[in-house]
């Protein structure tokens, strides 16, 4: 089945570093792949997504590349702030019978220090 | 535009009682769904409503879980009796299939955080 594996935290970093938290995924058929961030005391929030390879999704400075032949979506910032701390969770998304199915990884907690 | 709402923020019960979550889509989203979030996991799916009909509850623990979606809009997911291995966050989460795949986005309310003594 689908599955999706996301490096493990927690991330500690400090503010303006650089930032990559990695994905790799495995899926029958071409699936969409998202970012979704939790901040404490909230729900999932959509960050980005790419629908096809070679897309790039983009959103707050955060961006991912779709990679068919690495089967990856690593998440990337040039600069993070303090503000950036949550739980990262990359999902994909593909047609179940015609439904769309989303499986997650198992989330990344990214703290950052001022 | 409102999001998805979720009530109540947070439960405590002791194991064999029931207890009942509810949700309240964003307004026009015709498919509702309900994750369980354990402890340093990502959701996984329970069921997915489209209007009011359940397309997709091949992951229900049907003999203690039942949830319904009277009138395809508000839902609620109970559990009967409670266990303590149910501890967890029960996430809703909306999305509106027309215009395309592409945009056939999830959008999730805060979630419910179920603690089971």
């Known amino acids: 089945g689908d599955s999706v594996t996301q490096m493990e935290g927690p991330v500690t970093l400090s503010e303006e570093a650089f930032l990559t938290i990695n994905c790799t995924y495995t899926?029958?058929?071409?699936?969409?792949l998202f970012w979704y961030v939790q901040y404490p005391g909230e729900g999932l929030q959509l960050l980005l997504k790419?629908?096809?390879?070679?897309d790039k999704g983009s959103n707050k400075g955060f961006e991912a590349t779709y990679r068919k032949e690495t089967t990856s979506f690593h998440l990337e910032k040039g600069s993070v702030q303090v503000s950036d701390s949550a739980v990262y969770f990359c999902?994909?998304?593909?047609?179940?019978?015609?439904?769309?199915?989303?499986?997650f990884g198992t989330g990344t907690r990214l703290t950052i220090i001022p | 535009e409102a999001g998805v709402v979720q009530s109540p923020r947070y439960k405590i019960i002791e194991k064999k009682q029931p207890v009942a979550f509810w949700c309240n889509p964003i307004?026009?989203?015709?498919?509702l769904y309900w994750y369980r979030q354990n402890l340093g996991q990502g959701p996984e799916l329970l069921i997915r409503?489209?209007?009011?009909?359940?397309?997709?509850d091949s992951q229900l623990p049907k003999d203690r879980f039942s949830a319904e979606r009277l009138k395809g809009v508000d839902s609620t997911l109970k559990i009967q009796p409670a266990e303590l291995g149910d501890s967890a966050v029960y996430l809703c989460?909306?999305?509106?299939?027309?215009?395309?795949?592409?945009?056939?986005?999830?959008?999730f309310g805060a979630g419910t955080r179920l603690s089971v003594l």
């Open positions: 307004s026009g989203h015709n498919t």
């Open positions: 790419a629908t096809k390879a070679d």
């Open positions: 899926a029958t058929g071409y699936p969409s």
């Open positions: 999902a994909l998304s593909e047609l179940d019978f015609g439904n769309e199915k989303l499986t």
């Open positions: 989460a909306s999305s509106d299939p027309g215009g395309g795949r592409a945009k056939n986005i999830q959008y």
């Open positions: 409503y489209e209007n009011e009909e359940a397309v997709d």
